[in-house]
Nanobody, 122 residues
Framework: QVQLVESGGGLVQAGGSLRLSCAASGRTFSRYVMGWFRQAPGKEREFVAAISWSGGGTYYADSVKDRFTISRDNAKNLVYLQMNSLKPEDTAVYYC???????????????WGQGTQVTVSS
């Protein structure tokens, strides 16, 4: 019913930048909170960032605050994650997700994309 497709991952050197995109379909996109998560090898999936339905509210994990920026374009059903000053520890598969919550949350997301790999070399 809901489909999320991430793109934009790749290999980048430490200090570099990448912008991830997530295309959403099957739900009234503009009504729901969207989030980004990541999972590194051997680690649990962790919250990265979330954005309110309007785009007016955002929330970040401490590990990415001031380096990553989440944004959305409701007219195009897209959500973005701009990642700057990348570090090797940012290496992970990044997932886009949506929740039925109308307020920003860090858990309870019910639909997920397939993920896109981000690799940061030192």
């Amino acid at each position: 019913q809901v489909q999320l497709v991430e793109s934009g991952g790749g290999l980048v050197q430490a200090g570099g930048s990448l912008r991830l995109s997530c295309a959403a379909s099957g739900r009234t996109f503009s009504r729901y909170v969207m989030g980004w998560f990541r999972q590194a090898p051997g680690k649990e999936r962790e919250f990265v960032a979330a954005i309110s339905w309007s785009g007016g509210g955002t929330y970040y994990a401490d590990s990415v605050k001031d380096r990553f920026t989440i944004s959305r374009d409701n007219a195009k059903n897209l959500v973005y994650l701009q990642m700057n000053s990348l570090k090797p520890e940012d290496t992970a598969v990044y997932y886009c997700a949506t929740t039925q919550s109308r307020v920003i949350v860090v858990a309870g997301y019910d639909y997920w994309g397939q993920g896109t790999q981000v690799t940061v070399s030192s």
